[in-house]
């Protein structure tokens, strides 16, 4: 059974870090380039960031470019997003999601197998 799992999420104080990690079952998660993905309560999808199945080349939103960085450990089928300098609007369910595996890109449209997300609440 393909899937994906994330975890990593929680209560954050603003400028605190949280590191999110999505295992993969069922596949091999080096075949796919993979993007984190988020979502606020009455706002759309948007794109965190996203890494090849290659090189490890990243993409990383503006919003979130300096502070988050996403890796790969393809021998524990896992990748992660670190994330630091957390604000409140980071607050959202943080998704991942497969694409094609050189496939760089931040649009969800363009991803298939997604996990069922882990909240991320920054407050103090």
């Known amino acids: 059974q393909v899937q994906l799992v994330e975890s990593g999420g929680g209560l954050v104080q603003p400028g605190g870090s949280l590191r999110l990690s999505c295992k993969a079952s069922?596949?091999?998660?080096?075949?796919?380039?993979i993007g984190w993905f988020r979502q606020a309560p009455g706002k759309e999808r948007e794109g965190v960031s996203c890494?090849?199945?290659?090189?490890?080349?990243?993409v990383y939103a503006n919003s979130v470019k300096g502070r988050f960085t996403m890796s790969r450990d393809n021998a524990a089928n896992t990748v992660y997003l670190q994330m630091n300098s957390l604000k409140p609007e980071d607050t959202a369910v943080y998704y991942c999601?497969?694409?094609?595996?050189?496939?760089?890109?931040?649009?969800?449209?363009?991803?298939?197998?997604w996990g069922q997300g882990t909240q991320v609440t920054v407050s103090s």
């Open positions: 890494i090849s199945s290659s090189d490890g080349s990243t």
């Open positions: 069922g596949f091999t998660l080096d075949q796919y380039a």
């Open positions: 999601a497969t694409t094609l595996p050189l496939l760089l890109t931040l649009n969800w449209r363009n991803y298939n197998y």
